[in-house]
């Protein structure tokens, strides 16, 4: 059986297991399904070789579900906020957050092309899992994107509502798989295969330990500047190359999630959106003109309050800002090794037209970083 802080559930190294040490305490899974009542499901869809026909393939692609509380109590609000460092890219749902401070039902994150049908998906599996609910009512999912079209025949609209299905029903807490799964299928990071990856660290306030989790969906940044442990190892690393026979538009982009049992409110909830952003600057991502670098973070707390539609005056528990900064630490933390783990997890692909992203090397990794100490 193996430790799920150091290998994915199919026996994929993780960056802890690579030997890469990082700060704070990890939860028992290092993962965002640490958080109580998170649950993470995959449809993953690898199909075809050779030159790009659109609508046949190669298919590189799939999409991720994420899921704020357990699949029966999903129409339970959380308290959410979101921040965009660089807006070249969508999440839907994103107005009303901004709005109202909440969410409700799965997040699904995809390829560019497909956001819409996962959105859609979405409300239509809400609509008939809670049917009563929806008979009068009306549903913004939260749904996210980044571009796959380097290996993926993006414009062949292969993700369909089976998918979206597919995804949230095998959604699962425990230790989830990272690299070229889901809506990470075909991304790339730092000029190697990346994808989905994910992390968590535990807090101690006030005498109980809460819980902060990341979710990647990793998708950006040149090769020069990957950054692990401090250490610009990028500059290092011209080989493996990646092999490009279309051209490569470097669009790059991530979509964060960040989960927590800590309460608190959306205002706080949008300040720890905008830590992560500094977890992807620690990797070595600075925000490109045409990367969609979108950050969005929610809490499980005060389910008792959300669920509450009489016109009364409710009490909600919170953490006082003034006292945030560890948890602030920890979204920085498990974004950066959420980011890495998305790299280290994974393996060469290659995808349309003959085009390859080649996988991070680990002994080299393990060399440079030794050789800094």
């Known amino acids: 059986m193996h430790d799920a802080t150091l290998f994915t559930p199919s026996g994929k190294l993780r960056a802890a297991g690579l030997g890469l040490t990082f700060e704070g305490k990890t939860g028992v899974n290092n993962s965002i399904?640490?958080?109580?009542?998170?649950?993470?499901?995959?449809?993953?869809?690898?199909?075809?070789?050779?030159?790009?026909?659109?609508?046949?393939?190669?298919?590189r692609t799939g999409v991720t579900a994420l899921l704020p509380r357990p699949i029966g109590d999903l129409c339970c609000p959380v308290f959410a906020g979101c921040f965009s460092l660089n807006g070249n890219g969508e999440l839907t749902g994103s107005h009303y957050v901004e709005e109202v401070g909440k969410f409700a039902l799965p997040m699904t994150i995809t390829n560019t092309h497909s956001c819409g049908t996962t959105r859609d998906a979405t409300i239509r599996w809400a609509v008939r899992r809670f049917a009563e609910t929806f008979r009068e009512s009306f549903a913004l999912p939260v749904a996210a994107e980044t571009y796959d079209g380097f290996l993926n025949d993006i414009n062949g609209f292969h993700v369909t509502e089976e998918h979206v299905f597919q995804a949230i029903q095998s959604a699962t807490s425990g230790p989830i798989e990272e690299g070229s799964v889901g809506g990470g299928t075909g991304m790339k990071c730092f000029g190697f295969k990346a994808g989905s990856g994910t992390a968590s660290r535990r807090v101690d306030f006030d005498g109980s330990w809460f819980t902060v989790g990341a979710f990647v969906q990793a998708n950006f940044g040149?090769?020069?500047?990957?950054?692990?442990?401090?250490?610009?190892?990028?500059?290092?690393?011209?080989?493996?190359?990646?092999?490009?026979?279309?051209?490569?538009?470097?669009?790059?982009s991530i979509i964060g999630v960040i989960a927590t049992d800590a309460p608190l409110l959306p205002h706080q909830l949008k300040r720890i959106a905008r830590r992560a952003a500094l977890g992807m600057g620690r990797v070595g991502g600075i925000a490109r003109h045409?990367?969609?670098?979108?950050?969005?973070?929610?809490?499980?707390?005060?389910?008792?309050?959300?669920?509450?539609?009489?016109?009364?005056?409710?009490?909600?528990d919170?953490?006082?800002?003034?006292?945030?900064d560890g948890f602030f630490e920890a979204t920085v933390r498990s974004t950066e090794e959420a980011i890495l783990n998305s790299l280290v997890a994974n393996d060469g692909m290659e995808g349309r037209d003959g085009n390859f992203v080649p996988a991070l090397?680990?002994?080299?990794?393990?060399?440079?970083?030794?050789?800094?100490?």
């Not at 080989?239 to 279309?246: A, L």
């Not at 045409?290 to 669920?307: P, Q, R």
């Not at 919170?318 to 945030?324: A, C, F, T, Y």
């Not at 090397?361 to 100490?373: E, W, Y």
């Open 33 to 59: 399904t640490d958080v109580e009542g998170v649950s993470v499901g995959y449809a993953t869809i690898i199909a075809g070789h050779g030159a790009l026909k659109v609508g046949s393939g190669p298919v």
């Open 361 to 373: 090397p680990h002994d080299v990794i393990r060399a440079l970083v030794d050789a800094r100490g």
């Open 290 to 316: 045409g990367s969609g670098d979108i950050f969005i973070a929610f809490s499980t707390a005060n389910a008792e309050v959300l669920k509450t539609e009489a016109p009364v005056i409710v009490n909600a």
């Open 222 to 252: 040149g090769r020069a500047d990957l950054t692990i442990l401090g250490h610009r190892v990028g500059t290092e690393l011209r080989e493996p190359r990646m092999i490009r026979h279309t051209p490569d538009p470097e669009l790059s």
């Open 318 to 324: 919170l953490i006082p800002d003034e006292h945030l």
